[in-house]
């Protein structure tokens, strides 16, 4: 017969789950602290709810051209990418027109000449990294009119939202960071001058 476990024994595997449990939530909790100001308030969910619409498919940026860019119109707009996670993450907002054109930016191969659109897959693949999956949605909301009011309406939206990924502009990015950028593009583009003008 095996022997009961004692009130002492029983606090202290208690007392060590707990510690487990905390330890293992650690970096989604730190996460969480340093994101907080990204994730949309119950009124900020109803606001999006009720100005965007919502597409049913699940944003993955890793797929070059993944089937779900079919059900996205051809028409102009302001946009928004967030993550369902741990609360609703806004992550970006961006005005464009063609919101299936512009999706489909977001899904190529990295080019050195327009980097910027593989920053959403860089994003999903670092917040991954940092607390596992979260589900990234894609909300559209279309806009008739000339360019200069669709760049006021994204203004609008981001200073009404202020995305994690829009919120980058303004933060201070070390100048040792920007040097490496530069230098490594700067091979870049010296090694295909090379070969350019390298004598056959």
């Known amino acids: 017969m095996l022997p009961y476990p004692s009130n002492?024994?029983?606090?202290?595997?208690?007392?060590?789950?707990?510690?487990?449990?905390?330890?293992?939530?650690?970096?989604?909790?730190?996460?969480?602290?340093?994101?907080?100001?990204?994730?949309?308030?119950?009124q900020e969910e109803a606001?999006?709810?009720?100005?965007?619409?919502?597409?049913?498919?699940?944003?993955?940026?890793?797929?070059e051209r993944p089937k779900y860019l079919v059900k996205v119109e051809e028409t102009q707009g302001v946009y928004l990418i967030a993550a369902k996670g741990e609360g609703l993450l806004k992550c970006y907002i961006g005005k464009t027109t063609s919101f299936r054109r512009r999706l489909s930016d977001y899904h190529r191969?990295?080019?050195?000449?327009?980097?910027?659109?593989?920053?959403?897959?860089?994003?999903?693949?670092?917040l991954s990294n940092e607390s596992g999956p979260w589900t990234f949605m894609f909300f559209t909301q279309p806009y008739s009119g000339d360019s200069h009011g669709l760049a006021q309406l994204e203004t609008f939206w981001i200073n009404r939202l202020n995305p994690i990924?829009?919120?980058?502009?303004?933060?201070?990015?070390?100048?040792e960071r920007k040097v490496e950028v530069e230098e490594a593009v700067q091979k870049y583009f010296t090694s295909f001058f090379d070969e350019c003008t390298k004598k056959k």
Do not use: G, Y
Not at 20 to 26: G, K, P
Not at 165 to 175: D, E, Y
């Open 47 to 63: 606001e999006i709810e009720d100005s965007f619409c919502k597409h049913e498919f699940v944003l993955d940026f890793s797929v």
């Open 8 to 42: 002492e024994s029983l606090q202290t595997d208690r007392a060590e789950a707990s510690l487990a449990r905390q330890l293992s939530d650690r970096p989604l909790a730190i996460l969480m602290k340093r994101i907080s100001d990204s994730i949309a308030s119950p």
């Open 109 to 126: 191969k990295f080019q050195v000449h327009c980097p910027n659109d593989r920053k959403l897959a860089f994003f999903q693949k670092w």
């Open 165 to 175: 990924v829009n919120a980058t502009k303004k933060s201070a990015v070390s100048m």
